[in-house]
């Protein structure tokens, strides 16, 4: 199922990530192959590695490593569907009403759209090098590319849900650490960040629920780093 989605104004920053490492640099940095049936049903994935700028409203697919198959790398579609979402027609439908490109992490466990894939712990890795976040100046929208420092990929945490033909997830969202309150100052979030020395716990499906809060706890800001990019169009705030 392919649904586009127009996006709504919002103010704040654009639905973005980066990540740019071919197939082959991904599998060595995560560990993992690239699980050849990721798709059920006829038909072949293809996934553009590496990629500049992948927008959520485009729903594209993406690597992702999830706890269904936690030793490869398999493909998804952002913008996670609910069990109860069936046809194309209600996917779309859904989407337009209730965009599931983030979800808050401190509300997971209440949200009908979520509750199925966090209570049967679902979690899955998004491995990028980079997302990109809007600071408010007066008028002025300036973007900012905000990454690891050093350049490394990393992975942030996010929910899957099983659907026919192909998987779809959401990225979790937690309160800004210093460095992202200060660039995405008009909502102070930020993108759930997994350490990499967490990645296989939080993949596991018997993590203890207290334990999955801790890990989207604000990552540090200290191994972070940001670019200024310069003033922009307004955009719709992702995280």
């Known amino acids: 199922m392919r649904v586009t989605v127009r996006a709504p104004f919002l103010c704040g920053v654009c639905y973005s ?54 030793e490869r790398i398999s493909v998804q579609r952002w913008g996670l569907l609910p069990r109860y979402v069936r046809t194309e027609e209600e996917a779309a439908e859904f989407l337009k009403r209730t965009p599931t490109f983030n979800a808050v992490s401190e509300e997971v466990e209440a949200k009908r759209s979520y509750k199925h894939a966090f209570t049967q712990g679902q979690r899955c ?75 296989d716990a939080w993949l596991s499906p018997d993590l203890p629920p207290a334990e999955v809060k801790r890990l989207c706890e604000p990552f540090p800001e200290e191994e972070m780093e940001a670019e200024r990019l310069g003033a922009g169009p307004v955009q719709g705030t992702l995280f």
């Open 125 to 199: 890795l998004v491995p990028v090098t980079g997302f990109f976040e809007w600071r408010h100046e007066g008028k002025v929208k300036v973007p900012y590319r905000i990454g690891l420092k050093g350049g490394d990929v990393f992975c942030l945490g996010g929910l899957w849900e099983e659907h026919e033909g192909m998987d779809t997830y959401t990225v979790l969202t937690t309160r800004a650490n210093p460095l992202l309150a200060f660039i995405h100052n008009s909502k102070q979030r930020m993108p759930v960040i997994i350490p990499e020395a967490q990645w």
């Open 17 to 70: 990530t980066t990540l740019d490492r071919d197939l082959k640099a991904l599998e060595q940095r995560l560990n993992r192959r690239m699980l050849v049936d990721s798709k059920r049903g006829e038909g072949t994935i293809e996934l553009d590695l590496p990629f500049e700028r992948a927008t959520a409203f485009a729903r594209p697919l993406s690597p992702v490593v999830s706890s269904r198959s936690p």
